[in-house]
Antibody, heavy 124, light 108 residues
Framework: QLQLQESGPGLVKPSETLSLTCSVSGDSISSSNYYWGWIRQPPGKGLEWIGS???????YYNPSLKSRVTISVDTSKNQFSLKLSSVTAADTAVYYC????????????????WGQGTLVTVSS | EIVMTQSPATLSVSPGERATLSCRAS??????LAWYQQKPGQAPRLLIYGASTRATGIPARFSGSGSGTDFTLTISSLQSEDFAVYYCQQYNTWPPDLTFGGGTKVEI
């Protein structure tokens, strides 16, 4: 059964870089034919796609976040990671990782399954 | 960016009743639309993809319809566990720019 688990600091200072990792179990990032993504949800608000990555490093980012976002993959650890630079209070959110559900290397897809999410608060 | 607009923001219904949720795209997304259910403190769960295909394990009381710019999620007979927030998401744009609607809260 495919499972995703986010990990990383729950508190980040303004202007610093937020770093999170998504650990995948039950499937191999490098042998499966899927993209993997990050999504966030500010407290009490809706969902925002951050970006997606393929096992070979191909990435796509939300245009509104592109200048601050880097998503990378470590196939040896079966993980992918998110870095968001120059954070402000507006970046406070629950961050989710997920698999893009449509195989065949589809970079445009629904998201399924999702990790449980991790709350990151930006505050000094 | 394709803007997804959901209505109503809140839907008050009773158990056993039918619920109809709407999602409108600012331009055509063909049938590349998904629906999710989110309960408090939980991650979203995929209900529908391809506008009308139920995801694995989703009960038949959930159905999706529509194409182009107008979509509907119908819950035929609300169960207590269906009270939640529902989001639509389009995945039609190139380059990829997945966007979500603002959500509809289904409450008693």
């Amino acid at each position: 059964q495919l499972q995703l688990q986010e990990s990383g600091p729950g508190l980040v200072k303004p202007s610093e870089t937020l770093s999170l990792t998504c650990s995948v179990s039950g499937d191999s990032i490098s042998s499966s034919n899927y993209y993997w993504g990050w999504i966030r949800q500010p407290p009490g608000k809706g969902l925002e796609w951050i970006g997606s990555i393929y096992y070979n490093g191909i990435t796509y980012y939300n245009p509104s976040l592109k200048s601050r976002v880097t998503i990378s993959v470590d196939t040896s650890k079966n993980q992918f990671s998110l870095k968001l630079s120059s954070v402000t209070a507006a970046d406070t959110a629950v961050y989710y990782c997920a698999r893009l559900g449509r195989g065949s290397a589809a970079m445009r897809s629904w998201l399924d399954p999702w990790g449980q999410g991790t709350l990151v608060t930006v505050s000094s | 960016e394709i803007v997804m607009t959901q209505s109503p923001a809140t839907l008050s219904v009773s158990p056993g009743e039918r619920a109809t949720l709407s999602c409108r795209a600012s331009e055509s997304v063909t049938d590349e639309l998904a629906w999710y259910q989110q309960k408090p403190g939980q991650a979203p769960r995929l209900l529908i993809y391809g506008a009308s295909t139920r995801a694995t394990g989703i009960p038949a009381r959930f159905s999706g319809s529509g194409s182009g710019t107008d979509f509907t999620l119908t819950i035929s007979s609300l169960q207590s566990e269906d009270f939640a927030v529902y989001y639509c998401q389009q995945y039609n744009t190139w380059p990829p720019d997945l966007t979500f609607g603002g959500g509809t809260k289904v409450e008693i």
